[in-house]
C-alpha cells in the first residue's frame, strides 16, 4: 500500500509531510560537498562492476559501518534489494521468524512470501529503550532462525538505547538466531546516541542501510548490507539472475558520498531536527486534536487523530482523512493502515523548512475544519 499510496498521490505542488527520508540534495550540491569533479566522472569507463559491488565503494562502506571488513559488505540497488538477497539465501519455508509489528514492508513480506512462520514483536513491546524482557523470552526461542527489526521505527521513530541493543543482541544470539537489523535512519537521533551496527565483525547478523534516508540521496538508488561472507556469496546466484550489479559511475558517486557521510547528514539532521522543534511545538498547540508519542530517532513519527480513534470510526476513516487533507491543503500524508496502524498517519520533518511549515499550517486548517464538521466522509 505504501508505494501505492505514492505513485497516486506524490506530485509537484504538493507540501510532502509524509515522508522518513531527508532534504535529497541536488547533484551540484553533491559535487561541491564531496569534491567530485569533471574529470573524475570524465575518467569513468562504463564498464561492468561485480555482483557484491565495486572495490571502492565496498571499503567506503566497511570504513564506517564494518570495521573495515569490506568482505563483509554487499552493494545493491537501494536498502530493497538488499534486504531481498539476503532474506532470500537465509530463510526457508517453515522457519520461525520474529518480525516487528509495523515494521518497513519489505521486511516483514519477504518472510511470508518464503512460507516461514511468523512471530510478531508487538510495538508496546519497545520501552524507554529496551525491549520487554518477557517479550523477549515468550517470541525469542531455541530454534528460531530470525529476528527482524527495525531501529529506529518507521514510521514510530521509536528506538533502542546501546543497553537495549546489547540486550537484544545477546538473547538473539543466545537463541541461536540471527539478528536482521534495519539501520536505515540510526545516525539522526534525539534521546540516546547513534547505536553501532551490530555484528559489524562478526556473528550472526545481518545490517541494512541506504543513501536514500539520512544523506539525502534517494535517487541514487544504493543501499548495503553487512552481513556474514558466505550469506552474501549465497545471494549472488538470485542477483546474478536479476539486477547483476550497479553502474560504475552510481558507484563513483556513492564512494564519495560515503566518504563524505558527516558532512551530508549532519546537514541534514540539523534541518530535521529544527522541523522536530516545530513540530513538537504545533503537537502541544493541538493536543485536543492529536496524539503522539515524540520520536526518539530518525525523522518521521505516527501521530494520532483523536476523533479517527473512536470506536465508531471505521479503519479506512483515516484513509478519507489523508485524502481530504490532500483535496483541500495539497499536504500529504500516509495513512496509518499502511503500517497496521489505523488512527494516525506518518508524518515526517525530513523535508525544507518552508515547505514542511507549509504542511503544517495545511494540517492545522484541516483539523480544524474537520473538528467542526465530524469524520472525514
Not at 157 to 164: D, E, F, K
Not at 186 to 201: D, I, Q
Not at 253 to 269: K, Q, V
Not at 352 to 368: D, I, K, Q, T, V
Request: aromatic letters at 6%; a negative charge.
Amino acid at each position: 500500500m505504501l508505494e501505492e499510496w505514492y505513485r497516486r498521490h506524490l506530485a509537484p505542488g504538493i507540501h510532502d509531510i509524509s515522508s522518513s527520508g531527508v532534504h535529497p540534495y541536488s547533484f551540484a550540491e553533491i559535487r561541491e560537498r564531496c569534491g567530485i569533479r569533471a574529470e573524475d566522472l570524465d575518467a569513468i569507463v562504463m564498464d561492468d562492476s561485480v555482483s557484491q559491488g565495486g572495490a571502492g565503494v565496498r571499503q567506503a562502506i566497511a570504513d564506517r559501518y564494518a570495521a573495515g571488513d569490506a568482505d563483509r559488505v554487499l552493494v545493491t540497488h537501494g536498502s530493497s534489494e538488499a534486504i531481498a538477497l539476503t532474506l532470500h539465501a537465509l530463510l526457508r519455508p517453515g522457519d520461525r521468524v520474529v518480525v516487528q509489528e509495523g515494521v518497513y514492508h519489505s521486511l516483514a513480506h519477504y518472510p511470508r512470501a518464503a512460507g516461514c512462520e511468523i512471530a510478531e514483536l508487538p510495538a508496546a513491546a519497545v520501552r524507554e529503550g529496551e525491549i520487554d524482557p518477557g517479550a523477549l523470552e515468550r517470541l525469542v526461542t531455541p530454534g528460531t532462525r530470525a529476528v527482524i527489526v527495525n531501529f529506529p521505527h518507521n514510521p514510530s521513530g521509536a528506538t533502542l538505547s546501546p543497553q537495549g541493543l546489547e540486550k537484544l543482541t545477546e538473547h538473539v544470539e543466545a537463541a541461536g538466531a540471527t539478528l536482521v537489523w534495519d539501520a536505515a535512519t540510526a545516525e539522526v537521533t534525539h534521546r540516546w546516541e547513534t547505536l553501532p551496527t551490530p555484528g559489524p565483525t562478526g556473528g550472526n547478523t545481518v545490517s541494512y542501510g541506504t543513501f536514500s534516508k539520512t544523506f539525502g540521496l534517494p535517487g541514487l538508488r544504493v543501499g548495503w548490507a553487512v552481513a556474514p561472507p558466505e550469506l552474501i556469496r549465497a545471494s549472488f546466484p538470485l542477483r546474478d539472475r536479476t539486477t547483476l550489479f550497479l553502474s560504475p559511475l552510481v558507484e563513483l558517486i556513492a564512494e564519495r558520498a560515503m566518504r563524505h557521510a558527516d558532512r551530508l547528514i549532519g546537514a541534514r539532521a540539523a534541518e530535521a531536527r529544527r522541523n522536530l522543534a516545530r513540530l513538537t511545538d504545533w503537537a502541544a498547540a493541538h493536543a485536543d486534536l492529536v496524539h503522539w508519542t515524540p520520536p526518539e530517532g530518525g525523522v518521521c513519527a505516527l501521530p494520532v487523530f483523536r476523533k479517527l480513534a473512536d470506536a465508531d470510526a471505521p479503519p479506512e476513516a483515516v484513509e478519507r482523512f489523508c485524502l481530504e487533507l490532500l483535496d483541500r491543503h495539497r499536504t500529504l500524508l500516509v495513512p496509518g493502515t499502511a503500517f497496521g496502524a489505523p488512527h494516525g498517519a506518518r508524518l515526517g520533518f525530513g523535508g525544507p523548512e518552508e515547505s514542511f511549515r507549509a504542511g503544517l499550517a495545511g494540517l492545522s486548517a484541516f483539523l480544524r475544519e474537520h473538528a467542526t464538521t465530524g469524520a472525514a466522509r
